[in-house]
C-alpha cells in the first residue's frame, strides 16, 4: 500500500528538543491524506519520544543514519539499525549528502548501513544528488549512477531513492521542474537496470521543498514524494506540503 503513495518525508537532522518536539508533534498529529505515507526522521535521543507521540496517527518516524556495524558491542557512538528498530523506527535515511560531505560516506559503507537497515525490517532511503560543480560540468548522472551502484546485487522487491542536488539543500535554491523531471526519469531507468524490471520504486525529491512549491514538485512525472528539511520543522508549512501529495 505504501509503496503506491507519494511519501512525504521531514528531516529534521540535528535540531529539536523534547519540549519543541512535542508542540511540533502535537500539532502534526492529526495531518492526514490518503494520498500520502508520512515520515518524519528525528535524532536518535528522540526516536522513541517521536514515536510515542505518534501513536495513532498517519505519521512513522525514522532515523538519519545507523551503524555500519550490524552487532552489538564495542563501537563507541554508534547506533545500530536494531536499536532504531526498537526503539519504534520504521525507516533510516542513507547517505544524506551532509554524512556523504562530512562523513566521508561512500558506498561501501552505506552498503554496509542498507543491508544492516533491512535485516531488521527498517526501510532504507537512499539519498543521492550531485553539487554545483558537478552539475555545472554536466556530470550529474554519472555521479548519481555511481552512487546507485550502491544496489547492486540487493534483493528485494521494493526501494526508496531521494535525489537531492546538493546545491538545492537548504538554500533555497529548487532544481528547475525540467532538472527533476529527467532525474527522475534517469532514477527510475537505472534502478529498473540494476535491481529488475520486477522492482517497486519511491523516488522522492529533496532540495528546497517548502508550502509554495510542492504542489508544482509532487506533480512532476515520476515524482513519487518530497524529502523535506527546514520545512519540516514547521507544522504549518509541513502540514501544507503533505495536504499537496497526490494519486499518481
Ligand atoms: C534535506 O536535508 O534533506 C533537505 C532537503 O533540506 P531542505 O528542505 O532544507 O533543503
Same mark, same amino acid.
Given at each position: 500500500m505504501i509503496w503506491h503513495k507519494q511519501w512525504i518525508f521531514g528531516n529534521? @537532522?540535528? $535540531?529539536?528538543?523534547?519540549?519543541? $518536539?512535542?508542540?511540533?508533534?502535537?500539532?502534526?498529529?492529526?495531518?492526514?491524506? $490518503? $494520498?500520502?505515507?508520512?515520515?518524519?526522521?528525528a535524532p536518535f535521543p528522540y526516536l522513541s519520544q517521536a514515536v510515542d507521540l505518534l501513536k495513532n496517527s498517519q505519521i512513522v518516524i525514522?532515523?538519519?543514519?545507523?551503524?555500519?556495524?550490524?552487532? !552489538?558491542?564495542?563501537? /563507541?557512538?554508534?547506533?545500530?539499525? /536494531?536499536? +532504531? @528498530?526498537?526503539?519504534?523506527? !520504521?525507516?533510516? &535515511?542513507?547517505?544524506?549528502?551532509?554524512r556523504r560531505t562530512y562523513f566521508n560516506e561512500q558506498n561501501q559503507i552505506l552498503r554496509k548501513k542498507i543491508d544492516n537497515a533491512l535485516a531488521?525490517?527498517?526501510?532504507?532511503?537512499?539519498?543521492?544528488?550531485? /553539487?554545483?560543480?558537478q552539475r555545472q560540468a554536466g556530470q550529474e548522472t554519472a555521479v548519481v549512477g555511481e552512487q546507485l551502484a550502491v544496489l547492486q546485487g540487493l534483493s528485494v522487491n521494493h526501494i526508496a531513492v531521494a535525489y537531492e542536488p546538493?546545491?538545492? +539543500?537548504? /538554500?533555497?535554491e529548487v532544481a528547475t521542474g525540467e532538472q527533476i523531471a529527467a532525474m527522475h526519469a534517469?532514477?527510475? @531507468?537505472?534502478?529498473?537496470?540494476i535491481m529488475g524490471e520486477n522492482v517497486t520504486i519511491r523516488t522522492l525529491y529533496g532540495g528546497s521543498v517548502n508550502a509554495n512549491n510542492a504542489a508544482e514538485?509532487?506533480?512532476?512525472? !515520476?515524482?513519487?514524494?518530497?524529502?523535506?528539511?527546514?520545512?519540516? &520543522? @514547521?507544522?504549518?508549512a509541513f502540514s501544507a506540503i503533505i495536504a499537496n501529495a497526490q494519486t499518481e
Open positions: 529534521w @537532522k540535528m $535540531n529539536g528538543n523534547q519540549a519543541e $518536539n512535542a508542540a511540533l508533534l502535537q500539532a502534526l498529529r492529526s495531518v492526514s491524506n $490518503n $494520498n500520502a505515507h508520512i515520515g518524519i526522521a525514522g532515523s538519519q543514519d545507523c551503524s555500519q556495524f550490524a552487532e !552489538k558491542g564495542a563501537y /563507541t557512538g554508534e547506533v545500530s539499525a /536494531t536499536m +532504531i @528498530k526498537d526503539c519504534g523506527a !520504521k525507516f533510516v &535515511l542513507i547517505g544524506h549528502s551532509e531488521c525490517d527498517l526501510i532504507p532511503i537512499l539519498c543521492v544528488g550531485e /553539487t554545483l560543480a546538493v546545491w538545492a +539543500i537548504g /538554500t533555497g534517469f532514477l527510475h @531507468k537505472e534502478i529498473l537496470s514538485i509532487l506533480s512532476i512525472d !515520476k515524482v513519487n514524494g518530497a524529502l523535506v528539511g527546514g520545512a519540516s &520543522l @514547521k507544522a504549518e
